[in-house]
T-cell receptor, first 118, second 110 residues
Framework: GAVVSQHPSRVICKSGTSVKIECRSLDFQATTMFWYRQFPKQSLMLMAT?????????EQGVEKDKFLINHASLTLSTLTVTSAHPEDSSFYIC??????????????FGPGTRLTVL | GQNIDQPTEMTATEGAIVQINCTYQ??????LFWYQQHAGEAPTFLSYNVLDGLEEKGRFSSFLSRSKGYSYLLLKELQMKDSASYLCAVNAGNNRKLIWGLGTSLAVNP
């Protein structure tokens, strides 16, 4: 199957700082990337959908000025958590979908980034 | 509104068979996915159903009834490593995003 990487896998930062998370599709072109957040023992919560070269579409309740998403190329999307606070501590997961590799149009997930804000 | 229901927790014994149900009510339907997620890891794709019937893939099978808004994931010959959360997700339209259930946490006991 297609491979999606995320970097960093784990980050600890101080309150008020900004954190950038990268999501890369390694062997396919991702026309669409999704950013999710998952709190312990809860399901995935979609934050936003991004298509290459266009602005991300944010889900209701997600602050677009706080969670900046850039999908500059078909293999890279970034999520920047600006002015992070302890309540932003969570597991952030990206997924990608591309026309070629998606036999079932499924999303391929990155390994996730665990963010801890002190 | 969009709604997906699945049991919160299930327990089964190693070597047994378990069925995890998922019911959905969505504005549209363009396929249903099952994903497996181990604790602290990202979800991995298990199956996809868009037409009614049973799709078998090794120890895992998935069934869909569109008229009933119902799917199940069947796991046979359970192994300890099958202990995980199983997520049901529906593609409800053409915007390519998925509607996710809350997941079913399966514990396989020896």
């Amino acid at each position: 199957g297609a491979v999606v990487s995320q970097h960093p896998s784990r980050v600890i930062c101080k309150s008020g700082t900004s954190v950038k998370i990268e999501c890369r599709s390694l062997d396919f072109q991702a026309t669409t990337m999704f950013w999710y957040r998952q709190f312990p023992k809860q399901s995935l919560m979609l934050m936003a959908t991004s298509n290459e070269g266009s602005k991300a579409t944010y889900e209701q309740g997600v602050e677009k000025d706080k969670f900046l998403i850039n999908h500059a190329s078909l293999t890279l999307s970034t999520l920047t958590v600006t002015s992070a606070h302890p309540e932003d501590s969570s597991f952030y997961i990206c997924s990608a979908r591309g026309a070629v590799h998606s036999s079932y149009n499924e999303q391929f997930f990155g390994p996730g980034t665990r963010l801890t804000v002190l | 509104g969009q709604n997906i229901d699945q049991p919160t927790e299930m327990t089964a014994t190693e070597g047994a068979i378990v069925q995890i149900n998922c019911t959905y009510q969505t504005s549209g339907f363009n396929g249903l996915f099952w994903y497996q997620q181990h604790a602290g890891e990202a979800p991995t794709f298990l199956s996809y159903n868009v037409l009614d019937g049973l799709e078998e893939k090794g120890r895992f099978s998935s069934f869909l009834s569109r008229s009933k808004g119902y799917s199940y994931l069947l796991l046979k010959e359970l192994q300890m490593k099958d202990s995980a959360s199983y997520l049901c997700a529906v593609n409800a339209g053409n915007n390519r995003k998925l509607i996710w259930g809350l997941g079913t946490s399966l514990a396989v006991n020896p």
